[in-house]
């Protein structure tokens, strides 16, 4: 089991985002997520760690397991965590940006996270976002490291199923 879980909240055709405070990826726009506790499940995970980072009460079983994200190096206490989506009511009224105590919440369009040019986005996600927000299957996304500068991204289907 990996010790942490990451989520994209989707509206539309934007993702809800943190600009982080704190490492990994200080200053960084990132998904939402955190560390799992003992005797938690990843779903429960994330359910909670939206809540504690944007206030927002969603439904656990409206979180789709997309799939893993692992690294060979990069320490960032664990070497894994579950990726999942949610897709937001378009009617939400969530005004951002807004600060929060783990960093800036915000829309961003997803081209605009995607991009490889994005040097303001976490390094791995357009290596895996894409994937995660059209592919029916999901994948070990394998980030390989060298000196904390990501090299290569390694795409392996996984059957693992968490929802």
Request: net charge negative; with cysteine.
């Amino acid at each position: 089991m990996y010790k942490y879980t990451l989520g994209f909240l989707i509206k539309g055709n934007q993702i809800l985002m943190l600009n982080r405070n704190k490492s990994p990826w200080m200053g960084s726009w990132n998904g939402l997520g955190g560390k799992i506790q003992i005797n938690e499940t990843p779903q429960a995970c994330i359910q909670r760690e939206v809540f504690e980072e944007t206030g927002l009460e969603l439904k656990v079983e409206n979180f789709i397991f997309k799939g893993v994200v692992t690294w060979d190096e990069f320490d960032a206490m664990g070497n894994g965590l579950y990726i999942y989506i949610y897709h937001l009511n378009e009617k939400l009224d969530l005004i951002t940006p807004l600060k929060v105590d783990e960093g800036i919440l915000d829309f961003k369009d997803i081209s605009w996270i995607s991009s490889f040019e994005n040097e303001g986005v976490a390094k791995n996600i357009p290596y895996f976002l894409p994937s995660v927000l059209n592919d029916d299957i999901n994948y070990n996304y394998l980030c390989k490291f060298e000196d904390r500068i990501l090299k290569e991204v390694v795409k392996k289907k996984v059957d693992v199923c968490l929802d």
